[in-house]
């Protein structure tokens, strides 16, 4: 249900050939060296723009707000016999054996706007697609994810402003959903992650398409790889959508060759120097960076509406693809990857619903007026747990 989190620390520094080269490893670094700016004629020559990072501050608000919202919403002493802090009322947590993250309820979830592939489908709500970026499972999951968030995306918002970095969080986190809605059809799916990794994709595309302007290349290249590799590596544990990881990842890198794309220093320094007669200009950008722009702008796209055509036709991509599933999770004798469903014998009497675990026997009581499928089934887990 939840989605793991990218961890990154890693700041990448461009130099500008007129002086020092600089590739920090990390922020850290980075404040401890007090920068250069070569200067000319006319002044400090700062060859790229430092935006002033506002956006992805507004995302980790509107993600804290919509937790407390969801919280608010799932009113745990209302609907379940025991909760986690009750001293905090109907903001108090499901039990551990329904949440281990400390959150709502998945029927909290659904109604939130958690990505559910039938309502996805054949309930005509598409937008489910977006809604479930902003949704969080439990307070541990919306920590790790934010942390990140802040970490990675402050960075990137200086660096290339908030309208490419804003564009480049949510097509990722689109793309990451619509992976996920194509390989994992059961259950609910929440969280940022997948928009995080497309930031992580985004970073390592940068890198290549700009990779003449940067020092010690293949060090941040290794340093980068090395993060994104652990952090893919993490989804392949059990309840941890891999998928959407690697489908906000995937977009994330064809995103940054499109949004993050840089001009070469030769045509930025002589638009701030002197005006010169002269019968040569330099070139904004290399030839290289325009292919990599229009093959990714391409793919991308195609990518997207195939996809698409095969969501809302019904289509489950493992049954084209035998292996692929061992993407978001590989079995071990510690785990195992298949989900258990329980079964339960429901009977309903006005208010009162009869439910009877299969399984284990194990019969109750409950008070609901109109419940649907999604509740019955929450209680019918707690029944069998």
């Not at 992650?193 to 060090?219: D, V």
């Not at 049954?319 to 004798?333: F, N, V």
């Amino acid at each position: 249900m939840a989605r793991d989190k990218p961890a990154a620390n890693i700041e990448i520094k461009v130099h500008s050939r007129h002086g020092d080269p600089a590739v920090e490893p990390s922020a850290a670094a980075a404040r401890s060296r007090p920068s250069r700016t070569p200067s000319t004629g006319f002044g400090q020559f700062r060859p790229f723009k430092k935006w002033i990072p506002w956006l992805v501050p507004v995302f980790v608000v509107v993600n804290s707000v919509l937790f407390s919202i969801t919280m608010y919403v799932n009113d745990c002493p209302k609907n379940s016999a025991s909760c986690i802090g009750t001293f905090l009322g109907r903001f108090s947590f499901q039990p551990f054996k329904e949440n281990p993250l400390l959150g709502p309820s998945p029927s909290t979830l659904e109604k939130m706007g958690a990505l559910e592939v039938d309502k996805v489908v054949y309930g005509h709500q598409p937008w489910r697609l977006i809604s479930c970026l902003w949704l969080h499972a439990g307070v541990f999951h919306i920590l790790a994810n934010m942390l990140s968030l802040l970490c990675i995306g402050i960075r990137l918002e200086q660096e290339f402003g908030f309208v490419r970095i804003g564009m480049l969080y949510i097509a990722s986190g689109f793309g990451g959903s619509l992976l996920s809605a194509l390989f994992i059809q059961s259950g609910i799916s929440v969280g940022a992650s997948g928009a995080l990794f497309g930031l992580l994709g985004g970073m390592l595309s940068e890198l290549l398409t700009n990779w003449t302007i940067y020092e010690n290349k293949l060090a941040a290249l290794l340093t980068l790889v090395f993060i994104i590799v652990i952090n893919l590596a993490m989804g392949v544990l059990p309840h941890v959508d891999n998928f959407a990881h690697i489908g906000g990842f995937i977009s994330g890198f064809f995103l940054g060759f499109v949004f993050l794309v840089r001009p070469q220093f030769g045509w930025v320094s002589q638009r701030n120097e002197p005006r010169r007669h002269s019968s040569t200009s330099k070139a904004k950008y290399k030839p290289y960076q325009y292919v990599l722009w229009i093959a990714s702008f391409l793919l991308l796209i195609a990518g997207f509406a195939v996809g698409l055509v095969f969501l809302f036709r019904g289509e489950n991509l493992n049954d084209r693809c035998s292996w692929c599933h061992y993407l978001s999770c590989i079995p071990t004798s510690k785990w195992s990857c298949n989900s258990q469903k329980f079964s339960c014998e429901t009977s309903q009497l006005g208010n009162q619903l009869n439910m009877t675990c299969l399984s284990n026997g194990r019969s109750g009581s409950y008070s609901l007026a109109n419940s649907t499928s999604s509740e019955a089934q929450q209680i019918c887990t707690q029944l069998c747990s």
